[in-house]
């Protein structure tokens, strides 16, 4: 409830929970979701569990065990990947009258503005990115990706792991042929003009000493405001490069509280909004890289290489060509 209330709500009732633990009556429980474990369950595994016996909290794999050797051991009840899935009506800040098809009297359901891709980045990519068409917001996607830190592969640490629109681990098919279903959106929609407006955004900047340059959480709603100021024309962009970045000045800083432990700092503010031309050179040579490899394999899970294979749309090429062309 502290982290996601209203994923909370949203699954109380009609949900449909994987590899999380089962209680003697019939409930689920998991690490972390803040509320005591049961006496006893089933963890995700389908294996006795018991609660530890010095933190309410936790459980082990054996009775009367304490955190530090259920530590230890490295084991968890649930696993650290489990999933659920709840009806949409459940969700408390639903839109249920678009939701329901009564938004504007038609069964249209709700009609999206803004599709936002990101990624954890502590350099180079700035706070917030538009794209400057419905070719280079797939562009965006396509190049999404997070920065290996030590917590993951100590041999890779500062290298870039693509994860194309944060959907990698789900594509059951060619990588390259979802970027062209995307592509076909503009040529299928029944009014291209009406298509969401794309976005990169960017909540981990850091600065050399390591200190995260945006504060991120609620202030994230200052970047929102400027993403809907956009679309509704209120405010001009700095056309770049890379693509349209807010001016520092049409972030919205009201109570912002400068004493406070997390605020805007608005040296960083502009630190964050700017192009690292030699940066992207960089960040442009290895979405170029990924692209190659996307063309040679029928799928990411393929040990199968086609060099000759030119699988990634041509119109994703181009973006390439043209963003790389622009930073020279």
């Known amino acids: 409830m502290d982290s996601n209330p209203n994923a909370l709500k949203s699954c109380k009732k009609g949900t449909i929970f994987t590899n999380v633990v089962l209680t003697p009556d019939g409930d689920i429980w998991w690490e972390d979701m803040g509320v005591k474990a049961p006496k006893e369950g089933v963890d995700w595994k389908g294996n006795p569990c018991y609660v530890c016996a010095d933190d309410p909290y936790r459980m082990g794999p054996k009775p009367g065990m304490t955190k530090a050797e259920i530590k230890a051991s490295g084991y968890v009840a649930a696993h650290k990947n489990s999933r659920f899935t709840a009806p949409a009506e459940n969700c408390?800040?639903?839109?249920?009258?678009?939701?329901?098809?009564?938004?504007?009297?038609?069964?249209?359901?709700?009609?999206?503005?803004?599709?936002?891709?990101?990624?954890?980045?502590?350099?180079?990519?700035?706070?917030?990115?538009?794209?400057?068409?419905?070719?280079h917001g797939v562009f965006m996607g396509s190049a999404a990706g997070s920065e290996v830190t030590a917590a993951v592969i100590s041999d890779q640490i500062g290298q870039v792991r693509r994860d194309p629109m944060a959907?990698?681990?789900?594509?059951?098919?060619?990588?390259?042929?979802?970027?062209?279903?995307?592509?076909?959106?503009?040529?299928?929609?029944a009014n291209p003009a009406n298509l969401p407006k794309i976005y990169f955004v960017n909540w981990f900047r850091k600065g050399e000493d390591g200190r995260f340059m945006w504060p991120g959480f609620g202030d994230?709603?200052?970047?929102?405001?400027?993403?809907?100021?956009?679309?509704?024309?209120?405010?001009?962009?700095?056309?770049?490069?890379?693509?349209?970045?807010?001016?520092?000045?049409?972030?919205?800083?009201?109570?912002?509280?400068?004493?406070?432990?997390?605020?805007v700092v608005k040296a960083d503010l502009e630190e964050i909004l700017k192009v690292d031309v030699d940066g992207w050179k960089k960040e442009i040579a290895t979405v170029g890289a990924s692209y190659d490899e996307y063309d040679q394999k029928a799928s990411k899970d393929s040990t199968a290489v086609n060099k000759a294979a030119r699988r990634v749309p041509a119109e994703l090429r181009q973006v390439l060509k043209d963003v790389t062309a622009a930073l020279g």
């Open 92 to 135: 408390p800040v639903l839109d249920k009258a678009g939701f329901n098809g009564l938004w504007k009297g038609k069964p249209t359901g709700v009609p999206i503005d803004a599709i936002l891709f990101g990624g954890r980045r502590p350099s180079t990519i700035p706070l917030v990115n538009e794209a400057k068409s419905w070719t």
């Open 220 to 263: 994230n709603s200052r970047v929102l405001k400027w993403i809907c100021q956009r679309i509704e024309g209120q405010v001009k962009a700095n056309e770049t490069a890379i693509g349209n970045l807010p001016f520092a000045k049409d972030i919205d800083l009201a109570n912002n509280d400068e004493k406070a432990k997390f605020h």
């Open 167 to 189: 959907m990698l681990p789900f594509f059951g098919y060619n990588v390259a042929d979802y970027f062209r279903h995307w592509l076909e959106m503009e040529r299928t929609s």
